[in-house]
């Protein structure tokens, strides 16, 4: 029996691709990750328009988002790269250029912080310095300055002075070949820890050790700062003590030079002695011989005088 013919032949395309709602209010790692799952469901339909990606790019904007994109003129959101630039330009980086270079140069591998997370971390700083300088005309920034970056940062010396070591010898080893190695030659505890966590095979006794090791080094720990703290409280005691010691020996002094300042004036022995040797001269003028009246005062001088100009005067 022969099969009928067939008219029309649908094809239905399978939908791989997900794409989160952007509502601007992640930073500028939402718009990222954004903009990542657009070009990715963009690739799956080579033959869409630029108005069928404008309107895909739209259909997961949020309210408050849509409400900012009305602010702007039609020729920064008709285009889907031009509407993808001004999400960024709005929601995306808002420090310099000159701030991300420093953000980068001065990341450094944290306590406590794997090779892998510290990795990505990394590369997230350079993305976003990357991505700023793609707007300006200055030279952006090469993927040799994100593998020296990435050496220097990392916390052990002795697997930083291999990579460097494997720098000079191989100059134009990249970023992806220095992690790799880092990761082979120390791997990543804090990765190790977390898929132990989750594992369903995971050694009981191993985990009890891990658990045990850790409770010990935090009772250390604990054990130290509950020391100093009592060699804080001890001085601090030590310090409060001389302070109210020296406090009653300065209230004392105070009050000695107030209650000498209180007391009446009274002149000394020789004061007293040089007082009365004084009052017993005697008051008399030195040129009349009468009590009263100092020599200055006395009448008798001018008359004196008188005589005694006479008596100096030339005979004629």
Request: proline share 4%.
């Amino acid at each position: 029996m022969s099969e009928p013919p067939v008219k029309n032949i649908i094809q239905v395309r399978s939908r791989e691709s997900f794409v989160h709602r952007f509502h601007g209010d992640g930073g500028p790692r939402e718009v990222e990750l954004f903009e990542e799952e657009i070009r990715h469901a963009w690739s799956d339909d080579p033959s869409i328009s630029s108005s069928q990606k404008v309107s895909l790019v739209r259909k997961y904007l949020g309210p408050n988002v849509k409400d900012e994109l009305a602010c702007y003129p039609a020729e920064l959101t008709s285009d889907p790269e031009t509407l993808l630039r001004t999400l960024r330009h709005a929601y995306g980086e808002t420090k310099s250029v000159s701030r991300l270079t420093l953000e980068l140069h001065q990341c450094r591998q944290g306590l406590n912080e794997g090779l892998r997370t510290y990795s990505q971390r990394l590369r997230r700083k350079f993305n976003s310095l990357r991505a700023k300088q793609e707007g300006t005309e200055g030279k952006l920034t090469d993927e040799a300055t994100l593998r020296d970056v990435f050496i220097e940062g990392i916390a052990d010396e002795g697997l930083r002075l291999h990579l460097r070591q494997r720098r000079l010898e191989q100059p134009t080893c990249t970023f992806y070949d220095v992690r790799e190695a880092a990761l082979k030659l120390c791997g990543d505890d804090n990765d190790d820890v977390t898929v132990c966590g989750i594992s369903r095979h995971t050694n009981k006794e191993d985990c009890r050790q891990q658990a045990n090791s850790g409770n010990t080094e935090v009772e250390e720990r604990l054990r130290k700062l509950e020391e100093n703290g009592k060699e804080f409280r001890t001085r601090f005691d030590q310090i409060r003590k001389k302070i109210e010691e020296t406090k009653l020996e300065n209230h004392g002094m105070f009050r000695q030079i107030l209650d000498k300042l209180d007391k009446p004036t009274q002149p000394g022995p020789e004061q007293a002695a040089r007082r009365t040797t004084y009052q017993s001269r005697d008051s008399r003028c030195y040129n009349c011989g009468r009590h009263g009246h100092f020599a200055r005062d006395c009448r008798e001088r001018s008359g004196n005088l008188n005589k005694k100009q006479g008596n100096d005067r030339p005979r004629q």
